[in-house]
């Protein structure tokens, strides 16, 4: 497959390019910068040798008057590293640093204290549809996900069964973030059970057989490693009592569905809606993180159990959209949108549905899931 454009576009100032493994980071920066200096932390011989001298980094900067770009891959793994990196920006402004990195643990304090104003923080997101445009295959990313790795590869079902894997042995094992790597193991299942649901600490810490406190350090761990997301309530001049608790969803439906058991007592359409959902999730999430003009991402759910899937609200949007995996629009279906609607009447309501026409049903625009996808564009507005 051809090369793919990413609709992530680079800031004019140095940053910070957050993203799980195998989104194409490496890839993006490669065909992004004319004759960078690149310093990859993956290599062995290079992370010994900047472990063991972060400030080699100035004497390579010196060395290189012609490079104006300088990119840092996994930079999370040498934290010191930005010490270096701060101290080249505050005498050099106009050279621009790229870091990249899959985790965002240890650059939380360290790299956004030390680089706040100098650097921002970005990610690079799964593909969108429409960035891989006659490439896109609905069933074939319900089925595997949009990751660039999982996409191309040539076995997808068995780089998604490898690829939690590497996780588990490379930011885990090795960085010391948890102390039983079998129980974080099976919290991982267990957690696959609250794909697109309101997450319950406290059951999901009876099933793992820890106490919750531990079940919220490992919620924290997998965010951190840019592995799962959660989404809160919207609540802005609410006039009904609202649900507290967010939303959880791993970044990508394939991940979703490498990890979620299966088994007699699985309903294949269940895990079939989830997946419908969380396709959405995260083309919605890649929407507004591309775009950058201060959306945010919600869902809305009344205490009476009313809920929308999701609620994206910022300086020039109001959107409301439903999910469903089915093939006709019911009545009941469009039920939380109404409710949303009499609070808000300025919202712009969707649903989205399996089917494949184009409907108005009680001033609710009714969409193909698919063709929506296809459709969605950081630079154009959702709904046009």
Not at 257 to 265: A, F, I, N
Not at 290 to 302: A, I, K, P
Not at 317 to 341: H, M
Request: proline share 5%; net charge positive.
């Amino acid at each position: 497959m051809e090369s793919i454009r990413r609709f992530f576009k680079a800031p004019h100032q140095s940053f910070f390019l957050l993203g799980p493994r195998g989104t194409g980071k490496s890839t993006w920066t490669l065909g992004e910068f004319e004759d960078p200096l690149r310093i990859d932390l993956l290599d062995p011989e290079t992370f010994r040798l900047y472990s063991a001298k972060p400030e080699r980094l100035k004497e390579a900067v010196a060395a290189s008057p012609q490079n104006q770009v300088f990119i840092i891959d996994e930079v999370q793994k040498i934290p010191s590293l930005l010490d270096v990196v701060h101290s080249v920006l505050e005498k050099d402004k106009g050279r621009k640093f790229v870091l990249t990195g899959s985790s965002a643990r240890k650059l939380k304090k360290t790299g956004v204290d030390l680089l706040a104003g100098r650097a921002l923080m970005k990610t690079l997101h799964p593909f969108m549809a429409s960035e891989l445009g006659s490439h896109f295959h609905f069933q074939k990313a319900l089925k595997t996900g949009l990751i660039p790795l999982v996409w191309s590869g040539e076995n997808q079902e068995e780089i998604l069964r490898t690829y939690l894997s590497l996780y588990l042995k490379e930011e885990v094992q090795m960085e010391g973030l948890v102390r039983n790597l079998g129980g974080f193991s099976r919290f991982l299942e267990a957690v696959s059970f609250s794909q697109a649901s309101v997450i319950n600490t406290s059951n999901i810490a009876r099933e793992c057989q820890v106490e919750r406190k531990v079940v919220e350090g490992y919620l924290q761990i997998l965010e951190d490693l840019l592995l799962s997301f959660r989404i809160p309530v919207f609540t802005k001049k609410s006039k009904r009592e609202l649900s507290s608790h967010p939303k959880f969803y791993f970044f990508d439906v394939g991940v979703f569905r490498s990890v979620r058991p299966k088994g007699p007592l699985d309903v294949t359409s269940d895990i079939d809606g989830l997946a419908v959902e969380s396709l959405v999730a995260q083309h919605l999430r890649a929407w507004i993180g591309y775009r950058d003009r201060g959306e945010e991402l919600f869902f809305w759910r009344t205490r009476s159990q009313v809920e929308v899937d999701f609620v994206i609200y910022g300086p020039d949007s109001f959107y409301a959209i439903e999910v469903k995996n089915s093939t006709r629009v019911r009545p009941e279906d469009l039920r939380g949108l109404i409710s949303l609607q009499a609070d808000y009447p300025q919202a712009s309501c969707l649903f989205l549905y399996r089917g494949r026409e184009k409907l108005k049903q009680k001033g609710i625009l009714c969409l193909p899931c698919e063709d929506f996808l296809k459709n969605i564009n950081p630079n154009q507005p959702l709904m046009r």
